[in-house]
């Protein structure tokens, strides 16, 4: 049973940060390409990073430098580091993982940014 459970999400203050977690089971994370992607209501899911196989990254264009993805494949775990968070940046983040033959998605973390 594949199973991707996010973490660390909540409630920041602008300007903060936060780090978020995703742990994979049942896949063989080594081998997926790992996102995050974040979803506010009445708005389509974008990309925010992804981190592939063999490390390559790629960020959306919103991100600006502020926050960076990484992955540990010994505890089969994605990260995503969050700093100067803006109120903007609040929406429910989702964790991917993507391979040709899967495509797998978690069930969301909140991340509220007040002003």
């Known amino acids: 049973q594949v199973q991707l459970v996010e973490s660390g999400g909540g409630l920041v203050q602008a300007g903060g940060s936060l780090r978020l977690s995703c742990v994979a089971s049942?896949?063989?994370?080594?081998?997926?390409?790992m996102s995050w992607y974040r979803q506010t209501p009445g708005k389509q899911r974008e990309l925010v990073a992804l981190i592939t196989n063999n490390d390559r990254t790629r960020y959306g264009d919103f991100v600006k430098g502020r926050f960076t993805i990484s992955r540990d494949n010994a505890k089969n775990t994605v990260y995503l580091q969050m700093h100067s968070l803006q109120p903007e940046d609040t929406a429910v983040y989702y964790c991917?993982?993507?391979?040709?033959?899967?495509?797998?998605w978690g069930q969301g973390t909140k991340v509220t940014v007040s002003s």
């Open positions: 049942g896949i063989s994370f080594r081998s997926n390409a």
């Open positions: 991917n993982a993507r391979r040709p033959e899967n495509n797998y």
